[in-house]
């Protein structure tokens, strides 16, 4: 079973200026002029790590990682202006511009998927391959099912915690309640809302309790920003049709793509990955069983390698 690349530091790092008062951090990883590639982080809000890097082989690949606004090192932390699935797509193409490249592999999981998906259909001409995982595409449906009724069912007790900062009277739009919360002027409501927010994400992630997988994730600098940006963007539901995502994949036609999904994701159910399967036929499809959402349980980042690995040589388009 493939597992991941040792630990390797950025041969690049900087900072870009995208406008709208937005710098983003970013670094390039691997082999300056090799393969080109981009990984695209959850969230939105995450930011990317050094388990990122390890995805690709080194010798093989030039990778560019980065914070997408408002998260990680990128300023302004957690900010939530000219913040959106558009500003994010424009954003990777100055990257691209800076890598100086024509086309780039992206890999993208959860969040990154949807925004993978995104940046594809709009410019298809400059993507080699793609690699998805855990799909997301910010369908309402997909929302309410983590955020209103669904995932619920299954962890009633985490639940618990994650509406205990709304009253009860705000809870049949939980998006809504939190968004007051996320963007209150008092400091102590934003840093609550944006605990529970998260840690309702970080203890859901993966099949079986993991506590390697969620800790930080109450750390307040980075709580903030994964709340507040993906609430922001879900309350506006990425700034997408109902469904567009999966309408649009024929536009991804000629492109070598694979998906992959854990079973049993309860934060990204494999429905959406099976719908985006049937529209999209040509892009390999593996359906992991006894697995969950985490892109780090064995038998989702066995495949995730392999798939880098067999891409690694392959011509561009």
């Known amino acids: 079973m493939r597992s991941f690349y040792p630990p390797i530091e950025p041969y690049e790092t900087g900072t870009l200026d995208v406008g709208d008062g937005h710098v983003l951090y970013y670094e390039r990883s691997g082999t300056h002029g090799a393969k080109p590639a981009v990984f695209l982080h959850g969230g939105p809000g995450g930011g990317i790590s050094p388990r990122h890097r390890q995805l ?12 997408q606004r408002g998260c ?16 994010l797509v ?49 369908r309402p449906s997909e929302l309410d099912w983590y955020y209103q009724f669904g995932t619920s069912e299954v962890h009633p007790e985490k639940w618990e915690d994650f509406v205990r900062p709304i009253p009860e009277d705000e809870r049949h739009d939980l998006r809504a309640a939190y968004r007051k919360r996320l963007t ?11 605990q529970a927010w998260t840690l309702w994400e970080g203890r859901t992630l993966t099949l ?7 800790s930080g994730f109450e750390k307040p600098h ?9 609430n922001h963007y879900f309350v506006h539901q990425g700034w997408l049709e109902d469904g567009q995502l999966i309408r649009d994949a024929h536009k991804l036609r000629g492109i070598p793509g694979i998906i992959v999904q854990g079973r049993y994701d309860l934060v ?49 388009r």
């Open 72 to 87: 990680g090192r990128s300023t302004p932390h957690a900010g939530l202006e000219a913040n959106t699935t558009w500003h």
């Open 90 to 138: 424009a954003d990777m193409e100055k990257l691209r511009a800076l890598m100086g490249v024509e086309q780039w592999l992206i890999f993208g999981g959860s969040w990154g998927s949807a925004l993978a998906l995104a940046y594809a259909q709009t410019h298809p001409e400059h993507v080699s391959e793609l690699v998805l995982r855990g799909i997301f595409t910010v």
């Open 268 to 316: 990204c159910p494999a429905r959406t990955a099976w719908e985006l399967h049937k529209a999209w036929p040509e892009a390999d499809f593996h359906l992991i069983e006894g697995a969950g959402h985490a892109f780090t349980e064995p038998d989702i980042l066995d495949r995730l390698i392999r798939a880098t690995d067999a891409y690694a040589r392959m011509p561009h």
């Open 208 to 214: 079986l309790p993991d506590a390697n997988i969620t």
């Open 222 to 230: 980075f709580a903030l920003a994964f709340a507040r940006i993906e």
């Open 56 to 67: 690709f082989d080194p010798a093989l690949y030039d990778v560019m990682l980065f914070d």
């Open 184 to 194: 209150s002027d008092d400091e102590a409501v934003r840093l609550e809302a944006a």
